[in-house]
């Protein structure tokens, strides 16, 4: 069956599904997708998943354990796993409302210094996740909300927003031991929160991991595109590391620019995480670095193979070309549309600054069980 014969994944309005044929693509041939096989093997997500999004098609799990199977008979050749991904499932190059190719940034996973107990030295609290904060679920129903809210807080009188960030920040989550560590300063926990995990180096030297909670439900404001527009810095060279050198620089500053960011993110320790493992992503599995995206979780399922193609920063002022097969298992606020993905980098600070500087037109093709 070839991918004009087999039914394109449903989009949004504007946008277009077109069949592609897996020789046409530039790298297919060279790629190792015996990774993507492996990881996809693995299940497309747990249960529940970490964040929750859209419904599979019936046959995705059953390729998961399909793959399994595969593996299960013995290492398999490059050949092998590229013919699963070609006899299963059927490629569509994803062309979004008015332009030809989909939009790449890139996440990493941070790691900062911390402590348990509050301190001079560490005075910002990081907290877990709220017991009266409701995330919204699919067809829920909530009168008299704003419809842009994703979380609530539920009350004796119903559901109502929750507190957003300058509340927070002013003592709203005061008094109900929710602080699981502290950190430096408020800058760190913003970039904790933008990327959504990471690491903490306590003051005896052990790490512990920090996986997303939840978040109360108020809408993500761009700080990079902010800042951006008030300095008059071209969207194009704006950087996370100049937007964290701009806010460490200037305390004030940066207390009133993140408060624009109503969104707040809340964290649970997994210190199960082996050290080499990737950080928990939406799907509820570690990531791998430059083989995990995130998607649009209101449009892609979790499990979801895509090749994408496009040149990215290599970090030493040059660029590389990057064609290859990913797996979907995260999801972000900011990650809105169907060819708008995120890619995760890796872990520490190398990978902070690569990340920083992906803003790229991708090439962006679905593999769509047949």
């Known amino acids: 069956m070839t991918g004009a014969e087999a039914s394109p994944p449903p989009l949004p309005t504007g946008a277009r599904a077109e069949p592609v044929a897996p020789a046409a693509l530039a790298g297919w041939g060279v790629d190792d997708?015996?990774?993507?096989?492996?990881?996809?093997?693995?299940?497309?997500?747990?249960?529940?998943?970490?964040?929750?999004?859209?419904?599979?098609?019936?046959?995705?799990?059953?390729?998961?354990?399909?793959?399994?199977?595969?593996?299960?008979?013995?290492?398999?050749?490059?050949?092998?796993?590229?013919?699963?991904?070609?006899?299963?499932?059927?490629?569509?190059?994803?062309?979004?409302?008015?332009?030809?190719?989909?939009?790449?940034?890139?996440?990493?996973?941070?790691?900062?210094?911390?402590?348990?107990?509050?301190s001079d030295a560490f005075p910002t609290p990081l907290y877990g996740r709220p017991a009266d904060l409701v995330t919204r679920m699919p067809g829920d129903d909530w009168p008299g909300l704003d419809a842009a809210l994703t979380s609530a807080r539920r009350t004796a009188r119903g559901f109502e927003p929750f507190p957003d960030r300058g509340a927070i920040e002013e003592g709203a989550l005061d008094d109900q031991g929710l602080e699981i560590l502290f950190m430096r300063d408020p800058v760190d926990r913003f970039v904790l929160q933008v990327q959504g995990s990471g690491r903490i180096r306590l003051p005896d030297g052990k790490v512990t991991r920090l996986v997303y909670s939840g978040r109360n439900g108020h809408p993500y404001t761009s700080l990079g595109r902010e800042l951006s527009r008030r300095e008059n810095i071209?969207?194009?060279?704006?950087?996370?590391?100049?937007l964290i050198a701009r806010l460490k620089g200037d305390a004030g500053f940066a207390r009133e620019l993140i408060r624009l960011n109503r969104s707040f993110v809340f964290f649970a320790r997994n210190d199960d995480l082996p050290a080499g493992s990737g950080p928990i992503g939406g799907a509820g599995l570690p990531l791998t670095p430059l083989r995990s995206v995130a998607v649009d979780r209101s449009l892609w399922p979790y499990g979801m193979p895509a090749w994408i193609e496009t040149e990215i920063p290599n970090g030493k002022g040059g660029s590389e070309r990057l064609a290859r097969l990913m797996l979907a298992q995260d999801t972000g606020t900011a990650i809105v549309g169907p060819a708008r993905i995120d890619l995760f980098v890796g872990s520490g600070a190398e990978a902070g600054h690569r990340a920083g500087l992906i803003r790229h037109p991708v090439d962006f093709v679905v593999l769509w069980p047949r």
């Open 234 to 242: 071209p969207p194009e060279q704006m950087t996370m590391d100049k």
């Open 33 to 118: 997708q015996r990774t993507v096989l492996r990881l996809f093997a693995q299940g497309c997500e747990t249960d529940p998943p970490l964040r929750q999004g859209a419904a599979p098609p019936p046959a995705l799990p059953a390729l998961c354990t399909k793959a399994a199977a595969v593996l299960a008979a013995g290492e398999p050749s490059e050949a092998v796993a590229r013919r699963f991904f070609e006899d299963n499932f059927a490629f569509w190059r994803i062309r979004p409302a008015g332009a030809e190719r989909g939009f790449m940034t890139g996440y990493f996973e941070p790691e900062f210094e911390g402590a348990l107990t509050r």
